[in-house]
């Protein structure tokens, strides 16, 4: 079991380019969390995706940023137009059950956006 | 909105002592998490609670629930260096799904 994967682990970007952030969830996993982190700071929710559904996007900021979870591969976090406040770490979680029950989010090991 | 506060945010303290980190949250809520993060790395799980009185222990760390209180608590015993870390608690409201972190602790065990 390969665990919840994220890619690109680093990426940079200049101000204005666009950012796509990959999550393939554990094994088994339907539920998809995103979470960002700044700089010296705690984990801000910003969406909950089930396939090809959104459950809680009420995290998200209302521009620029997207997030999908098709049928088929996986789980996209898009960022467009970035802006140098955009500069964090953003991680995916995954669960095998609505919600998170019992049942503990396994995060990945997370991709870092710089943004020059 | 459920907030989650801990305390304190930064703990400097000598290898073989003890000391506890509080989390408090603000909505009632029948589970908390305890994650682990190493700079530069993901957020490792410690401990899941899930009900009032709820005690768990791993090594020199223990965790506790009290949902009168809304208060969670991390107990370190007798600290050692590999312990250096950020500590992050996590809260689900009742009627929710996600998860609501705190600021995180950051413990350095000096020598």
Redesign the interface.
Known sequence: NAGVMQNPRHLVRRRGQEARLRCSPMKGHSHV?W?RQLPE?????MV?LQKENI??ES?MPKERFSAEFPKEGPSILRIQQVVRGDSAAY?CASSPL?????N???????SRLTVL | ELKVEQNPLFLSMQEGKNYTIYCNYSTTSD?L?W?RQDPG???E?LF?L?SNGAVKQEGRLMASLDTKARLSTLHITAAVHDLSATY?C?V?ETS?????????TQLTVNP
């Open positions: 969390y979470y700071e705690g984990l801000k929710f909950y459950i809680d995290g991680f609505q919600g998170t029950g019992a503990v989010l396994t995060f990945g090991a997370g | 589970r998490y994650y790395k993901s957020l799980s899941v899930l992050f996590a689900v929710g799904s996600r998860l609501t972190f705190g600021e995180g």
